[in-house]
């Protein structure tokens, strides 16, 4: 037996929208301090640096800019699936390096953020995305 929902069926491509805001608008906030709170950048390169990364500095500046501009980026659905990429990588880092001795409870919440960037890396920002808006408004491609 099939239940049927029309008015779920009719929301249904909406409902990665507030996935998506509520996890990029979440990973800025992990990358914001790294870059502007006093301080927390020095302890971040030497957190990098005891991973073992060479060039520290520009390791953690990826992976800073990847949870602050991949956040936003994500938050508002613009460059979705190279966002999510790049937290993906990011968070995989955290989950498997940075938290590799730890507890699971440690790790949860990076390998939630991956999953999630898993999700939109192959599902894409949605109807509701600035891409997909963008997309909507660009004159189909005339080929010659």
């Known amino acids: 037996m099939r239940f049927s929902f029309p008015l779920l069926e009719t929301l249904a491509p909406y409902g990665w929208v507030p996935l998506r805001v509520l996890a990029g608008l979440g990973m800025m906030t992990h990358g914001w301090p790294k870059l502007f709170e006093p301080g927390r950048w020095e302890r971040f390169v030497g957190s990098v640096e005891r991973m073992g990364f060479p060039l520290p500095e520009l390791f953690a500046g990826l992976a800073a800019l ?56 192959l599902q894409g920002g949605g109807k509701l995305s600035l891409e997909a808006g963008w997309r909507a408004r660009r004159p189909p491609h005339v080929s010659e």
């Open 66 to 121: 990847s949870e602050l501009v991949g956040g936003l980026l994500l938050a508002v659905g613009m460059f979705t699936r190279p966002a999510a990429f790049f937290i993906l990588i990011t968070m995989l880092v955290a989950a498997f390096i940075r938290h590799a001795g730890d507890p699971f409870a440690e790790r949860e919440l990076a390998l939630l953020y991956a999953a999630v960037a898993l999700g939109f890396l």
